[in-house]
């Protein structure tokens, strides 16, 4: 079994948000679940899995590195940091 991108979820205070998913999306995310707990023992709910897997989308996106770096600079310039 090839070693998955997401490792073991942090127990973080969440932030509560709603969103409405298409089904396939859902079932993807079980699979994967299913896959986290066959590899590393850790049962887990599929939706716990959004937030870490956002957080690796974004930051393997370097367009929004990017973004980022500026608006933080913008801040820090502007004495918000």
Avoid: C, H, W
Wanted: net charge positive; aromatic share 4%; no cysteine.
């Amino acid at each position: 079994m090839p070693k998955l991108r997401i490792g073991t979820i942090a127990d973080d205070k969440p932030v509560k948000v709603t969103a409405e998913l298409p089904a396939q999306v859902y079932r993807d995310l079980a699979t994967y679940a299913e896959a986290l707990a066959t590899e590393a023992g850790q049962q887990i709910d599929p939706a716990r899995l959004i937030a870490p897997m956002l957080v690796r989308f974004m930051a393997s996106d370097r367009g929004f590195a990017r973004v980022r770096r500026a608006a933080n600079s913008s801040r820090t310039a502007q004495g918000e940091a």
